[in-house]
């Protein structure tokens, strides 16, 4: 099956620029990548702002770097190790971007129950905003997971309905702390989910800053 043809919620204009950007905390640009990763069109749009970017890039002002940074570079490049290619898992439940970060497909996830049958997995990330995997039995409700900021919810497999929507696959979900939301998974297979949550306040803040800048607005 393409997933493509069945994603209906895109990402936001504001989270791919600050993700081109290089701005987004680390747990929301994983959630971005993962999501990237399984949708044409914001790959497309992405680009489109990666070329603002080198746009910026040209137009800016040259810095005088020490004489010998190019043969330093080269020769880290020439000594780095070959990075370790990742087994491709056809048919796998995570993205490439996610099983980066947990060494594998869902049967290496470390999953910690919460109680009603869910089970959630944090994945390790710098900076104050969290990411994890959640595992939601059918017809069971996604455990409030803070609602305190800004969260981003990928869908990986199965499905949630909330007020707004029903989310399946390759959907994500941008909820702020205004949207009271309750997504309950949809009744057959589990629904396995990535959620990024914002350290409370912070990063709301930011997201519109970065953008106003690239954009020049
Ligand atoms: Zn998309």
Redesign the pocket.
Known sequence: MDRNET?K???SDALLMNYSAGTLPEAFDLAVAA??S??????A?MMAFDTVGGAVLESTEEAEVSEDSLAATLRLIETAPAEKPLPVRRGGVLPTPIQRYVGGDVDAVSWRRLGGGVYDSVIPVQGEAKVRLLRIPGGAAVPDHGHEGGELTLVLKGAYRDEIDRFGP?D?EFADDDLNHTPVAETGEDCICLAATEAPLKFRKLLPRIAQRVMRI
């Open positions: 994603i919620h895109h990402l999501h990237v399984l949708c044409d069109s914001c790959r749009r390759g994500v």
